[in-house]
């Protein structure tokens, strides 16, 4: 992924420090899409949100994709009949880790301040709530019974569709 970080006059990438806001933020917009119940809504969200740094990079963006996706790794390490199996991968803690560090050190942090910065927003991402979901949000498991393949296929979820319906 290409990203277009600030620049100062010397041509040296601008890294602005950690967005407690930002990761706040992240926390809500996984709050949201998790309460939807839309099966594989919250892949999508964070596949969304990393894409859109390709458009408009900023650290506080980052941030917040870093922290929905850190939201979403707690609650499947908590429960995980929330998520679909490619969501579980999708959402495994390196796989998430990976994404952040993968953006950030392309945005102009080396490799070691991209872990420090990680940690950190590891560690406020730890002092975040996780919402409280019902039973129906759950993803429904197959019956040992059913053939998985005449489960019903969801309609793919776009947060436009949301938007335009609110």
Same mark, same amino acid.
């Given at each position: 992924?290409?990203?277009?970080? !600030?620049?100062?006059?010397?041509?040296?990438?601008?890294? %602005?420090?950690?967005?407690?806001?930002?990761?706040?933020?992240?926390?809500?917009? @996984?709050?949201?899409?998790?309460?939807?119940? =839309? %099966?594989?809504?919250?892949?999508? @969200?964070?596949?969304? *949100?990393?894409?859109?740094? #390709?458009?408009?990079?900023?650290?506080?963006?980052?941030?917040? *994709?870093?922290?929905?996706?850190?939201?979403?790794?707690?609650?499947?390490?908590?429960?995980?009949? /929330?998520?679909?199996?490619?969501?579980?991968? /999708?959402?495994?803690?390196?796989?998430?880790?990976?994404?952040?560090?993968?953006?950030?050190?392309?945005?102009?942090?080396?490799?070691?301040?991209?872990? =420090?910065?990680?940690?950190?927003?590891?560690?406020? #991402?730890?002092?975040?709530?996780? !919402?409280?979901?019902?039973?129906?949000?759950?993803? !429904?498991?197959?019956?040992?019974?059913?053939?998985? #393949?005449?489960?019903?296929?969801?309609?793919? @979820?776009?947060?436009?569709?949301?938007?335009?319906?609110?």
């Amino acid at each position: 992924m290409s990203v277009a970080a !600030p620049v100062d006059a010397a041509g040296d990438p601008v890294i %602005e420090p950690l967005s407690s806001k930002a990761i706040a933020d992240g926390f809500d917009h @996984y709050a949201k899409v998790a309460k939807a119940s =839309v %099966e594989g809504g919250a892949e999508i @969200y964070s596949t969304n *949100c990393y894409a859109s740094l #390709a458009k408009d990079f900023s650290w506080s963006n980052l941030d917040r *994709c870093g922290a929905f996706d850190q939201a979403a790794v707690r609650m499947a390490d908590a429960d995980v009949s /929330y998520f679909n199996s490619s969501e579980l991968d /999708y959402f495994a803690s390196e796989a998430a880790a990976g994404r952040y560090l993968a953006v950030g050190t392309t945005a102009g942090l080396s490799g070691d301040n991209a872990d =420090v910065r990680f940690a950190q927003l590891q560690k406020e #991402a730890a002092d975040q709530r996780l !919402p409280k979901l019902s039973n129906e949000s759950a993803v !429904p498991a197959p019956n040992a019974a059913e053939d998985a #393949a005449e489960l019903p296929v969801m309609d793919e @979820y776009t947060p436009e569709e949301e938007l335009a319906a609110g």
